[in-house]
Nanobody, 117 residues
Framework: QVQLVESGGGLVQPGGSLRLSCAAS????????MGWYRQAPGKQRDLVAT???????NYADSMKGRFTISTDNVKNTVYLQMNSLKPEDTAVYYC???????????WGQGTQVTVSS
């Protein structure tokens, strides 16, 4: 019922920046939480950042200060601005949306972010 379309991933040099976007469509509710998670090969999927429809952000400790999450309620789109990227940030980044009192949980297909020289 909800589709998440991601864009913005790719290859970037250490210290560089990327901006990820995720647009939600379909049966979207006005009250929601959207966010980003990432998974590196051989590791578990971990929280990067989330944001509520009211604009309240939450960050994983290792990302705080380098990454910024924001949302546009009209466009049903969430953004992740990633600065000062490190090789350790290399992972598949997944967009997530939770709504209907967290009864509904949706994931994007994932987008690869590679930080390398």
């Amino acid at each position: 019922q909800v589709q998440l379309v991601e864009s913005g991933g790719g290859l970037v040099q250490p210290g560089g920046s990327l901006r990820l976007s995720c647009a939600a469509s379909g049966k979207t509710f006005s009250i929601y939480t959207m966010g980003w998670y990432r998974q590196a090969p051989g590791k578990q999927r971990d929280l990067v950042a989330t944001i509520t429809n009211t604009g309240y952000p939450n960050y994983a400790d290792s990302m705080k200060g380098r990454f910024t999450i924001s949302t546009d309620n009209v466009k049903n789109t969430v953004y992740l601005q990633m600065n000062s990227l490190k090789p350790e940030d290399t992972a598949v980044y997944y967009c997530n949306r939770r709504q209907n009192f967290d009864k509904d949980n949706y994931w994007g297909q994932g987008t690869q972010v590679t930080v390398s020289s």
